[in-house]
Each structure stands twice: as structure tokens, then as C-alpha cells.
């Protein structure tokens, strides 16, 4: 079976760390693109960060110099490290993998940053 299992979610004060892991299944990990998107309530999906192939990096501009991806093609895992969180990253985020035409999603993780 093809699956992204999320973890990590969680509440946290404003200014604090998370770190959100998608484990992979089902699929030949290391050729696939990975990447973490977002949704908030009454809000578009956005893009989070993505992580190719090559271990080359993108991030959306909200949350560039306060995120990281990362990926453990042994683990079959991605990562997202999460700091100087603000409450307008709330959402759930959710991970997914691609590669060409093959996209695939998992079911999402609730981050909520409150004070």
C-alpha cells in the first residue's frame, strides 16, 4: 500500500520549536520529491517546503529562515523542523510526495501556535 504517515503535530507557544516527521511506504522513497503543504481554516493550501530528489531545497516565503526540510532516504522519512513559530502558521499540514505525474498525500497533522 502506498501511504504518508504524519507526526509530530501538536500545540505550541508562539516562538517555539516543532518537528513534524511523514513516514513513506509504498513507494521507491529516494526518487520521489517530498514535500509539507499547509492548510488553515477558510484558507487556500499553500506550499511549505519541498525537498527533491538531489536533497535540493525550497520553502515558501513565509516561513523561509524558520523552517528546514530535510529527508532520511534510509528511514523512508521527511522531516520538517519547525522554529520561531508565529500563530499564522497554524494549520494542519500535511505531507506528499511526488514524482512526475505521481502525487500522493497523507492525511495531515494539526500544528497550533497559541499563546
Known amino acids: 500500500q502506498v501511504q504518508l504517515v504524519e507526526s509530530g503535530g501538536g500545540l505550541v507557544q508562539p516562538g517555539g520549536s516543532l518537528r513534524l516527521s511523514c513516514a513513506a511506504s509504498?513507494?521507491?522513497?529516494?526518487?520521489?520529491?517530498m514535500g509539507w503543504s499547509r492548510q488553515a481554516p477558510g484558507k487556500q493550501r499553500e506550499l511549505v517546503a519541498r525537498?527533491?530528489?538531489?536533497?535540493?531545497?525550497n520553502y515558501g516565503d513565509s516561513v523561509k529562515g524558520r523552517f528546514t526540510i530535510s529527508r532520511d532516504n534510509a528511514k523512508n522519512t521527511v522531516y520538517l523542523q519547525m522554529n520561531s513559530l508565529k500563530p499564522e502558521d497554524t494549520a494542519v499540514y500535511y505531507c506528499?510526495?511526488?514524482?512526475?505525474?505521481?502525487?500522493?498525500w497523507g492525511q495531515g497533522t494539526q500544528v497550533t501556535v497559541s499563546s
Open positions: 525537498v527533491n530528489s538531489a536533497g535540493g531545497t
Open positions: 506528499h510526495a511526488g514524482r512526475g505525474s505521481d502525487y500522493i
Open positions: 509504498g513507494i521507491i522513497f529516494r526518487i520521489y520529491a
